[in-house]
C-alpha cells in the first residue's frame, strides 16, 4: 500500500473582481497578487501573476 504526504501548504493573496452578467451566467476573475508556500522539503514564494476565470451560470 502507497502511504501519501501532503507535499506542501499554500496560502496565496487571491483578490476576485465581477466581470459582469452574459448569456451563460456570471463571470469572476480571480488574481493571484502573492503569497507563500512551505513543506517538509520545499518552501518558496508566489509571485505576483497568473489568476483563473470563473462562470457560475444562471441555473
Known sequence: MIE???LLDL???VHT???GSGPYGNRWI???SGGEFEGPRLRGK???SG???MLV???
Open 46 to 48: 508566489v509571485l505576483q
Open 51 to 53: 489568476g483563473d476565470w
Open 57 to 59: 451560470g444562471n441555473d
Open 17 to 19: 473582481r465581477p466581470v
Open 11 to 13: 496560502w496565496a493573496e
Open 4 to 6: 501519501l504526504e501532503p
Open 30 to 32: 480571480f488574481e493571484v
